[in-house]
């Protein structure tokens, strides 16, 4: 029954890819004029009310003011008249591959399943995503050149990077299980060894490499400072960028010390101190917060927008157990030290962003059953502005800094030249940031995203199981 499964679904998979290629990459070669909008540039400027914007081959030709662009002849006009438009968004930190939304693990790593997660970040807005320490580099590899080749119908763009940790350290208990399988983190002892691994790391032309600096309570081996010295020092030599998994005070000070360009998580349980505020200032590192991991599952909420694209039995699931996810229980009663983790948010996350650390997008999707692709995104911004963002600051966060991280020169922002990597909404997040789930339309490399179809296709995979 299963190898019956599998064979459909390579099949299914072959169509896909068939279909993709017949189509074009680049958007319609007819220019096309979307007026009427409020523009939210994603740099952080006030909107451009009535705003008008001129796509053509995928990208961005011509924005501004309404009746202030030189428009072409023959170009379709689109009527966007009360809409908001917004640059995609991109999601710095998932782990792609896993979930299967009825199993989760090794067993579902396939290109199609990378696919349907990358179409989920896609079908809520997010234009670009990257799978941080646990994707099996060939694999990975192989995908991304499949999918700039145009193999693939549309989703979000892929990104990854390897992981690095101590043998039989690194990733938590759940992801590790997968992880191990695939060979997806190389494991080092020494600075030799760490130095070698980033070597061949940078001989396939990757950008960025995870480690994880943690021995989770004192239960894991943990990477050493000279290990993570050496990796560190390495991947600057090649200009490669490195995110460290710290989550202890002394540990976010020690790699962003040694020069970590990103930190994941926030420091949990104690508060920051002077000496950490001074050196995050002097050193500016980008930060994925992943904050929503901790937090009861989205689909607590009873938000439809989260729900949507999850199975319905996944959903009931969750609702039923107290204990879906390791990290947080899920629909049951409130942890008992919910209270005190969110008064450690509450004091910790605003000197974070005081201290002019570089916010951006992550949310640690994919890393266990439940906690998902794509909605998890705009958990993580409503939870910002509830600490005290203001939206306007966690759109950036969401679009311009995580293009500039990732070095993604034609994202981030609306601007001439970029792709047209655009989500049209209902309502304006900037005057409620939970605005962002009136999603009306998402358009990738100025083509609309046939969400209805994504839609009927995971619901039906729910039923149909
Ligand atoms: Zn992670």
Redesign the pocket.
């Known amino acids: 029954m299963r190898v019956i499964k599998m064979l459909t679904r390579g099949v299914v998979f072959g169509l896909l890819i068939f279909v993709a290629v017949q189509s074009q990459v680049r958007g319609p070669s007819t220019a096309a004029l979307y007026e009427g909008a409020r523009l939210i540039v994603g740099d952080g400027t006030a909107p451009v009310e009535s705003g008008a914007f001129i796509v053509q081959d995928g990208r961005i030709r011509g924005i501004g003011k309404g009746g202030a662009l030189t428009v072409p002849a023959g170009a379709t006009r689109v009527d966007l008249a009360g809409k908001t438009v917004m640059p995609a968004w991109i999601n710095v930190?998932v782990?792609i591959g896993y979930e299967g939304y009825t199993t989760w693990g090794a067993e579902n790593y396939t290109p199609a399943n990378v696919l349907d997660h990358l179409q989920r970040e896609a079908f809520y807005g997010v234009g670009a995503t990257q799978s941080?320490?646990s994707s099996p580099t060939d694999q990975a590899v192989q995908f991304q050149r499949d999918q700039q080749a145009g193999r693939f119908p549309a989703a979000s763009r892929f990104f990854f990077m390897p992981g690095m940790a101590p043998p039989n350290g690194g990733p938590d208990a759940v992801l590790l299980k997968a992880t191990s399988v695939l060979h997806a983190v190389h494991e080092v002892s020494t600075g030799d060894e760490a130095r070698r691994a980033v070597r061949s790391m940078a001989d396939r032309h990757l950008r960025s490499v995870k480690i994880w600096v943690d021995d989770r309570r004192g239960t894991y081996p943990k990477m050493t400072p000279e290990v993570y010295n050496a990796i560190i020092d390495e991947a600057h030599t090649h200009k490669m960028i490195v995110h460290a998994?710290a989550t202890t005070l002394a540990d976010q000070k020690a790699v962003v010390r040694a020069g970590a360009d990103v930190l994941?998580h926030m420091v949990q349980g104690e508060k920051l101190d002077d000496e950490y505020l001074a050196l995050l200032r002097e050193k500016k590192p980008y930060w994925a917060t992943?904050i929503g991991l901790g937090d009861r599952s989205e689909v607590c909420d009873n938000d439809p927008f989260v729900d949507q694209a999850v199975p319905d039995r996944v959903v009931a699931a969750i609702r039923a157990t107290s204990e879906a996810r390791p990290l947080a229980p899920s629909c049951g009663p409130r942890p008992a030290n919910a209270a005190v983790r969110e008064e450690m948010l509450a004091n910790n996350f605003p000197k974070m962003i005081a201290a002019g650390v570089r916010l951006v997008l992550g949310t640690?999707a994919g890393?266990h059953a439940g906690h998902t692709f794509g909605s998890a995104d705009h958990h993580e911004l409503a939870r910002w502005v509830q600490l005290g963002l203001t939206p306007a600051q966690a759109i950036v966060a969401a679009t311009r800094t995580p293009a500039e991280l990732l070095d993604i020169k034609d994202m981030g922002t609306l601007a001439a030249g970029k792709s047209a990597d655009f989500v049209v909404l209902n309502a304006n997040p900037l005057e409620n940031i939970r605005n962002t789930r009136q999603i009306d339309r998402v358009y990738l490399r100025g083509i609309m995203l046939d969400r209805r179809a994504l839609l009927a296709r995971w619901k039906k995979a729910s039923t149909s199981q």
Do not use: E, F, M
Request: net charge negative; aromatic share 0%.
């Open positions: 930190h782990h941080v320490g998994h994941v992943v640690d890393i």
